[in-house]
């Protein structure tokens, strides 16, 4: 995903203060739950954090809490929650219901906190705010913690792995002068735990296979119908259940879910967790190693309102990451990750789908892999897309503009334009994606996938967003390239998106520079830290705590290091590393301990201490 400008950019006004640190009071022995045994998956399980996508998963006092509005301003991104600051006997609430997973050894609560006030007293609290999970007050501050910038706190959760509780902030004023409390980029983070058994790295469920027949409503907004999977266990360790990813539940609520599984058959559907993004089923009997086994359920799509990667611009519906996939379980156990908005989460094998979406004739249907068209009943349309070893599949719906034209080394590539898309911008954009898929080709390994659909509106928020042959973007030049790019950098060559962001990030942002001509000269020379904690190698669950870096040091940092690795290699050496990396793990999965081999591999020089000042760790 290319991010919009304000994903970039810091607070700007706000002086960050030192670090603060609060401990939980210690739970008497008797009182803590009794030592899991399940595996831990690290997890980032507060639902956005930073309040960039409205109210949603949040319940608030007010609409005002959640705001955007001038007086205070942001840690991170352009939203913040903003508790009284009326001035006036007042209490505002923010909260939401957290699932911490079990098995994990630490659990850490961090958010944001500025307070201004105008109260005058140095030694009485008259406006409080209190933060709880469950019933337990965590901690509490007041107008005498007033502070000029935010100050970032910090408070160990651990004794509440395997529950899931309330996490709530409640602001109160007393009758006069208004003190505000500002809190942002609010997270919950696990780690630790046991895993499955030693040497165990596996990566199952593997070789899924997906077949799905869906029929539109007459907007192409509502997708019924039916979903199987087939998938073979490749792990010495049975399988006694798998997970399937439910991530566009991320856009409603536990009680109006987007995305419904019913009917499951194949196995037992178990609970929902992660805030409804993950589901549960249990098979009949443990699979073992080699063996295959099958699950289908019936689904339910709605498409909500909003030029989104899941979304409807009017006309035009726009849906990623709608049909359940399988979960991946390896050496860290079940990855489990919540939704981010702020990047992806989005780790999956590569798969083989059969799509057929039967729809009103009137809409046009861009779609993963190689799609044609037969008549259906009275007035519709049925495409079949099929795609082979792709990490998901995704689709568009709408009265598009369609124009076409092939690459000059054969792929062919659509656009597919809203209404407001001049047909100028459609035909530039159609001659930058048939040079982008040909300048990545030639440099990591020739277009798999047949097909290349573009769906450009300027309205996405996101900038653009890839899916296996298909992407949404802007019309833009370089952010095309980009979304073109993450072809190799995430479908072909698979990461977990998660945990290891950079693998696709900042190759492709690499790989983008490289397509336009740009060498990179001098980009590392402007590097500066905000912290000691901050690396390239983060994942997803520190940027979602420090938004307002990502795009920075995943982006810019990351391509900017390997620019400097291709001038520690020299351009020969680093084009063959790259190029063999590719091949080496195409359709597989890439780790950054994996990288840095192969990237020692290609040198006699010591690479140690370029890791360490690139802060590439792993």
Known sequence: MRPTPHKALGAGALTVAAVAALVLPGTPAAARPAAATAACTPAQVVGDGGFESGTSPWSTSSSAVVTSRSGEAAHGGSSYAWLDGTGSTHTDTLGQSVTIPAGCDAATLTFWLHIDTDETTSSIAYDKLTAKIGSTTLATYSNLDENTGYVRKSIDVSAYAGQTVSLSFTGTEDSSLQTSFVLDDIALDTSGGTTPPPGDSTRTPAAPSYTVNLSSDTGGTVWTGHESVTFTNASATALNEVYLRLWDNYHGTCDAMPIRVTAVTGGTAGALSVDCTALKIDLPAPLAQGQSATIGFDLGITVPSGADRFGHDGAYSFIGNALPVLAVRDSSGWHLDPYTNNGESF??????????????????????????????????????????????????????????????????????SVSDISSSSAQSMLSTAKTAVDAHAARFGAYPYGELDAVIDNNYWFGGMEYPGFVLDLVSTTALTHEIGHQWWYGIVGDDEYNSPWLDEAFTDYATDLALGKTGTNCWNGVSWASGAEKITNSMAYWDAHSSRYSTVVYGYGK???????????????????????????????????????????????????WTQHRIDG
């Not at 009943?377 to 709408?398: E, I, L, P």
């Not at 063959?576 to 597989?588: N, R, V």
């Not at 890439?590 to 591999?601: D, G, H, V, Y």
Request: one cysteine or more; glycine letters at 8%.
């Open 347 to 416: 780790y999956s094998l590569a798969a083989d789908f059969k799509v057929t979406l039967d729809h009103p004739s009137g809409l046009l249907v861009p779609a993963t892999g190689t799609s044609t068209d037969t008549p259906g009943s009275s007035g519709r349309t049925v495409t079949t897309a099929t795609a082979s070893k792709v990490r998901d599949f995704a689709w568009a719906a709408g009265p598009f503009t369609k124009i076409s034209g092939t690459s000059s080394a054969g792929v062919a590539v659509n656009v597919y």
């Open 560 to 610: 900017c290091a390997l620019h400097d690795l291709r001038r520690v290699l020299g351009d020969t050496a680093m084009t063959k590393l790259m190029k063999d990396y590719a091949t080496a793990h195409w359709y597989g999965v890439s780790t950054t301990a994996e990288f840095k081999a192969a990237a020692q591999a290609a040198t006699s020089t010591d690479l140690t201490s370029f």
